[in-house]
């Protein structure tokens, strides 16, 4: 039973595409078939994430426009070998992206994969709105910040009026990622906490990610965190939501640097 | 909530001293709502006295479906209610010119709610409400916590500045008093 999941937030640089890199790796990694899907015609960043950008021929819009076959379009990650990855193209924009088109790549995809992750654009506009009109399920990416809590609020009004699902009469599933989180200043009030965020939001939490230097660091180096640094903080905590998504029920806590066996050994500080 | 079948709701000395919120306001602003105003009276005129956004057809559609879950508008004799079982999200705008509203679950930043009558949310009131919309002064704004961006009864209105900190974020009561908002804290 394959499952089509869509990554969004309403607003820009909040992480979307890490987390749907991390997410799909995380996934892929326990055995699971993934492609990652770029929606973002136009900016796309997914590819450099992956570190698959000098493997780009074809894309989401040869594939859509009926330019090329699917599997001429997906490029296999070369650490994980469950995982896909369908750029989206840099040379148009979102007009390119027909409804139809779009649905008919979507059903494809189901057929070969367990999950179908789509990573959404930014805005409110179409390529936003065509990533996530065949979704089964949503993960809200949020940083705990008035502008991104307020944005996410918008896209799941979105999520509950303007997918298929949601016309089809049924309830969306959504859930909310809470990114860039720093445990010591929302202890000091600097930030907002995550009762604050799930009180708006009101949606079931997936999980926290602690702002890392890991983070950056693997997309620097054309790799999802999941897979660059396995042990590190952000990498636990994103494992632990794709467990979560799996279904595997997994306590949700903020994952420190300094549990690191790595780190106990050798005595280093841990990364506050 | 005991205390209001009992007796009329308590007010706060802060309030009573806010409560001629009618002070004159920058004739910009007046202006501003007013100008809000007409254009939400114009566009529930324009459909029969009454457009929807998708939110509120898509609950229609679900109360006329068995399950009725999710929305329900409440029909009699009596003036119409309806109820939303669900939070109002940024963005979203339920307008009902017909009757009462009731939300059972926030009302986001940037959402808004247009009742014909009075308005309900068992929840945080943080977006815009319009009550009383086509001239009833009786109509009242009751919520569970009151942290609103507009507040506004048959073209009285306030914002969240004018209410006094001591009432926000608690259950409270809006309603006209004579030709003043008075915000009033339910416990």
């Not at chain 1, 000091?188 to 999980?207: F, N, Q, T, W, Y």
């Amino acid at each position: 039973m394959s499952k089509v999941l869509v990554v969004t937030s309403g607003k820009g640089g909040v992480g979307k595409t890490t987390s749907t890199a991390a997410i799909g790796a995380a996934l892929a990694s326990c055995g699971e078939k993934v492609v990652v899907v770029d929606f973002d015609v136009g900016l796309r960043n997914l590819d450099l994430v992956m570190g698959a950008e000098r493997r780009v021929v074809f894309d989401l819009i040869s594939v859509v426009q009926g330019n090329a076959k699917l599997a001429q379009a997906l490029i296999r990650d070369k650490r994980v070998e469950n995982l896909s990855l369908l750029a989206a193209s840099q040379t148009r924009d979102k007009d390119a992206l027909t409804e139809e088109g779009v649905a008919r790549v979507i059903a494809e995809l189901r057929e070969k994969f367990d999950w179908v992750i789509c990573d959404s654009p930014a805005g409110i506009e179409r390529g936003a709105t065509l990533a996530m009109r065949h979704a089964d399920l949503a993960v809200v990416v949020t940083n705990p910040e008035v502008s991104s809590v307020r944005d996410s609020d918008r896209i799941i009004g979105l999520l509950d009026s303007k997918t298929e699902k949601a016309e089809r009469g049924e309830r969306m599933e959504k859930h909310l990622l809470l990114t860039r989180f720093d445990p010591i200043r929302a202890a000091r009030g600097d930030m907002l906490s995550k009762e604050d965020v799930l009180e708006i939001l009101s949606i079931p939490l997936l999980g926290i990610i602690p702002e890392s230097q890991e983070v950056l660091r693997a997309s620097n180096m054309g790799a999802p965190v999941t897979l660059n640094s396995p042990m590190s903080a952000p990498a636990r905590a994103y494992m632990d939501a794709a467990r979560r998504l799996k279904g595997e029920s997994v306590e949700i806590a903020v994952p420190t640097e300094r549990k690191t066996l790595l780190n106990k050994l050798f005595g280093r500080r841990a990364a506050a | 909530m005991k205390r209001i079948q009992s007796s009329p709701p308590r007010r706060s000395p802060v309030n009573r001293r806010l409560a001629p919120t009618r002070r004159p306001l920058a004739d910009v602003r007046k202006a501003e709502v007013a100008a809000l105003f007409a254009e939400l009276w114009e566009q529930s005129l324009k459909s029969d006295g009454l457009r929807r956004v998708e939110s509120l057809r898509r609950a229609e559609a679900l109360a006329s479906k068995a399950g009725a879950e999710e929305a329900t508008v409440a029909a009699g004799d009596v003036a119409p209610c309806l109820f939303i079982d669900r939070p109002v999200r940024s963005g979203q705008s339920i307008r009902f010119p017909e009757g009462s509203v009731t939300i059972f679950g926030s009302v986001s930043s940037g959402a808004e709610i247009v009742a014909g009558g009075s308005i309900h949310v068992y929840g945080a009131l943080r977006g815009r409400a319009f009550a009383g919309f086509g001239g009833d002064s009786g109509a009242r704004i009751i919520c569970s916590s009151l942290d609103p961006e507009l507040l506004v009864i048959n073209g009285l209105y306030t914002t969240a500045d004018e209410i006094a900190a001591s009432l926000r974020n608690k259950p409270a009561q809006v309603r006209v008093d004579g030709q003043a908002m008075s915000v009033t804290a339910l416990d």
